[in-house]
């Protein structure tokens, strides 16, 4: 099992906008691509010196073949979407593997 794991610093003037966004468009959108069987959204509740929230979100995919298949297939229209935040956030993702659960 690999997790997708996107943590973004968005700015506090358009926190409620994005954050409604990413719950009601986003996230399922990301999930329809069946390339993922699950989503977990938090928020770090580390003050950053740089301002504004910083959230993460953890996309569980079954096998890093299947995550390949999202990066070929979904992921630069995804991301497209995010454009009319463009310059209110910053992100960066990385790929975990599940280990085990306990």
Do not use: C
Request: aromatic share 10%; net charge negative.
């Amino acid at each position: 099992m690999i997790i997708y794991n996107v943590t973004i610093n968005i700015e506090t003037a358009i926190e409620k906008e994005w954050l409604a966004w990413m719950q009601e468009a986003h996230i399922p959108e990301m999930l329809a691509t069946g390339k993922f069987t699950k989503a977990l959204m938090t928020k770090v509740l580390v003050e950053e010196e740089m301002g504004g929230t910083t959230y993460s979100v953890q996309y569980t995919s079954p096998s890093k073949e299947t995550l390949q298949a999202y990066y070929d297939q979904d992921a630069e229209t995804l991301r497209a979407q995010s454009n009319k935040f463009a310059g209110k956030f910053v992100a960066f993702r990385t790929e975990l593997e599940v280990i085990g659960e306990h």
